[in-house]
């Protein structure tokens, strides 16, 4: 059983060595990555996935990694929040459009695939409403 307790050991730490590598080893520039979202619950999953835009922007500048996504449906919803980890983030409005009903929200992030999650405000339900972003590293694609 230590055997198989220390290799187990061995192998995360590989893996988290290359993942460390692999997202240092990314150029500054801009990035368009794709996402998944997941709520408990199927109608949340759908809701999820009709008002966040399942493109994302990822930069790397100054060895610091920045995420921009965009949320639709701000006629219904308000108050975007992000968390990182469980704990709400900074996040500044990078752009708002009324007429469109939309809001772009740039954050601060630790890693390629942070654990990420959203709260919004639905107003129909009068509560906060919360799922998780999932990035799709393997959708990287530099763009600038």
Partial sequence: MKKLKHLFTILLTIFCITNVSYAASLDYGLYNVKNDVYHEQEIGMNMARTYLDENMILEKS?????????FSGTDYMNN??????????????????ESKHTIELKFE????????????????????????????????????
């Fill in 62 to 70: 100054e060895g610091k990694w920045y995420y921009t996504i965009k």
């Fill in 80 to 97: 975007h929040r992000i968390c990182l980890n469980g704990k709400e983030v900074d996040a500044e409005v990078v752009s708002e459009d």
């Fill in 109 to 144: 992030t630790d890693s390629v695939t942070p654990n990420l999650s959203t709260k919004i405000y639905v107003d129909a339900m009068e509560r906060d409403v919360e799922f998780d972003v999932i990035p799709k590293e393997d959708t990287l694609n530099l763009v600038e």
